[in-house]
């Protein structure tokens, strides 16, 4: 299965290339290049463009290609027609309208694509801590199983990462919500239990990690503690699914991480 790398132009598809290359070699995939146009005459500075690149990325090129049309139908249906298991886009700040164009691309291709997006943003030299935010259900074992697995092929430090929106009971009148993770370990609760889980997983695989809960609303506080941890990569799912409200809610968390957060995003659909 190869990595399917969506070009736009230089210098801004510098992070997508050096995000694309850094997953792809700690997953050991070959890489393909995909440059969308939506004229014709653009054909010949497209090929360059992609020469340009491959000229950069340091991982094997399985193929390059020039498409005319829709720049994330056209990424859709590529992913699709192959075999991959990644596509890497890159993430545009808003300036103009020709960015607003690229995020709603980007945006696209991350709520409809089949298979795991790597939403580029930055440029590390390579992956040393990265967030894994689990909602804690059976559902977000992919979530976790992929992000360790990656943490470990890059010899990255992780953080996992799970909020919770109120304390339970047993828990009211407590100021910190990291004072209550000891005694939640303890419990034989579903949340408990997938802790436990992911914590032996994670000492499985020798991955340096720590155990995070945090109090608040999803979205601000994983924008936080991606503020503050300076992670290179953040690992979500592209949704919650053990109850309609909550699936609802993730369904609006996702993309506004993508538009929001300081670094790369990994939204996790299948096994990498």
Not at 64 to 82: D, F, H, M, N
Not at 219 to 229: F, K, Y
Not at 236 to 251: H, I, P
Request: charge should be negative; glycine fraction near 6%.
């Amino acid at each position: 299965m190869n990595v399917l790398i969506c070009i736009s132009s230089l210098p801004h598809a510098h992070s997508t290339v050096t995000m694309g290359g850094l997953v792809a070699r700690a997953l050991g995939r070959p890489v393909s290049l995909l440059k969308v146009i939506t004229d014709a005459e653009e054909a010949e500075t497209a090929a360059i463009t992609l020469e340009e690149v491959q000229a950069l990325i340091e991982e094997p090129v399985a193929e390059t290609a020039v498409t005319l049309g829709t720049p994330a139908k056209e990424i859709l249906r590529k992913a699709e027609s192959g075999n991959y298991d990644l596509i890497v886009v890159g993430a545009h700040a808003i300036h103009n309208l020709w960015d607003q164009f690229l995020q709603s691309v980007t945006r696209k291709v991350a709520n409809q694509a089949t298979v795991s997006v790597l939403v580029a943003r930055g440029e590390p030299t390579q992956l040393r801590r990265l967030l894994i935010c689990t909602s804690g259900y059976i559902n977000s074992e992919i979530v976790v199983r992929n992000g360790v697995a990656l943490a470990q092929a890059a010899h990255a430090e992780v953080t996992l990462l799970h909020i919770t929106e109120s304390l339970p009971g047993m828990y009211a009148g407590l100021d910190e919500m990291e004072e209550t993770l000891p005694e939640l370990l303890q419990t034989d609760t579903p949340l408990a239990q997938h802790l436990r889980w992911a914590s032996e997983l994670l000492v499985q695989a020798e991955v340096r990690a720590e155990l995070k809960l945090r109090r608040g609303i999803a979205l601000d506080e994983i924008l936080t503690e991606a503020q503050e941890g300076g992670y290179d990569l953040i690992v979500v799912g592209a949704r919650a699914e053990y109850d309609v409200l909550s699936s609802l809610l993730m369904g609006q968390v996702t993309p506004k991480i993508i538009d929001n957060t300081p670094c790369s995003i990994l939204i996790v659909r299948g096994d990498l």
